[in-house]
């Protein structure tokens, strides 16, 4: 690996051990064993390495379990269960990334806002390509911007749910039977 791989492996063990607030370059530098103008020179600053890692991270948690063999048909209502009931698994895990999401969600810097911004439509579009089965490079921006848009808001409601307070979050099970009780009163109208 070259101090590019290094820095973004040793950033993305920094931000699961001290968030993103807490992380330095100083303390990227030595998790990842390079020197402090590596970054600039590879990312430019200590925040943009800080949010490419991080969106790595969210990658890498997907593949977790997208690799695992899907439950029930794509678009079905034992996807839709099969893929929360694995994002809740991943929340309880300690140094879970999708914990450090909600840190992330209220960085107030420009340039990672930015960044992440534009990351969205491509989360939009693996959680698209996860619950229906397409893949992802066949997933249109149209489909990613509405479909991946409301998946992600409900991942965002959920992580916040879960970090507030894990007892009274929901679990896939009643994601699940929200969402046939929705079905059911669009198939009444």
Not at 88 to 111: C, D, K, N, Q, Y
Not at 114 to 134: K, N
Not at 166 to 179: C, F, H, I, M, Q
Request: aromatic letters at 8%.
């Amino acid at each position: 690996m070259g101090h590019r791989e290094d820095l973004l492996e040793g950033a993305k063990r920094c931000l699961l051990a001290k968030g993103f607030a807490r992380t330095t370059a100083r303390d990227v530098v030595k998790e990842s064993g390079t020197n402090l103008a590596s970054i600039g020179y590879h990312y430019g600053s200590k925040d943009a390495l800080l949010a490419q890692a991080y969106v790595a991270l969210v990658e890498e948690a997907g593949d977790t379990f997208g690799g695992a063999e899907p439950a029930g048909e794509p678009g079905s209502l034992e996807r839709f269960h099969w893929v929360w009931s694995n994002v809740i698994a991943a929340m309880r895990e300690p140094g879970s990334v999708f914990r450090l999401s909600m840190e992330v969600m209220t960085i107030e810097l420009p340039e990672v806002r930015a960044y992440l911004g534009r990351e969205q439509r491509e989360g939009g579009r693996g959680l698209v390509a996860l619950l229906t089965g397409v893949p992802e490079d066949e997933v249109t921006d149209e489909s990613a911007d509405t479909l991946g848009a409301f998946y992600l808001t409900l991942m965002t409601g959920l992580i916040g749910q879960w970090t507030f307070d894990p007892e009274t979050a929901p679990d896939a099970d009643a994601l699940t039977a929200g969402l046939r009780q929705i079905v059911e009163g669009v198939r009444r109208s």
